[in-house]
């Protein structure tokens, strides 16, 4: 099963093409290495996705061949890590000399 479809159908990410922004982006490694879009899910494998708040870190137990309900989420991947974090520190640029006032 392709990745950003294994993240669709879990309910990981909201939408496929969410999910495969965010791998092409870099957010969703597998095995600790950046995740492709079409990139095969096998269960086992270690996802983790990394949001500006937020680490999530899976292991694939089950496929979905469809979209599951929450309450069947919890037999397709089990949550190894789940950490909130800080969000980085907002890098403010020094105003332009256009930007001055004369």
């Given amino acids: 099963m392709r990745l950003d479809l294994f993240l669709r159908n879990t ?30 899910v096998r269960p086992g494998q270690r996802i983790a996705i990394v949001w500006p708040h937020r680490l999530l870190e899976i292991e694939v137990l089950a ?18 890590r789940d950490e909130r974090r800080e969000p980085a520190p907002e890098v403010r640029r ?9």
Avoid: M, Y
């Fill in 94 to 102: 020094p105003p332009h000399p256009d930007d001055w006032d004369a």
């Fill in 63 to 80: 496929l979905p061949a469809r979209p599951v309900g929450r309450e069947e989420r919890e037999r397709c991947f089990r949550v190894l």
């Fill in 11 to 40: 309910g990981l990410i909201k939408r496929r093409t969410l999910a495969h922004d965010a791998c092409g982006s870099g957010a969703v490694l597998v095995e600790g290495n950046p995740g492709r879009p079409g990139q095969a």
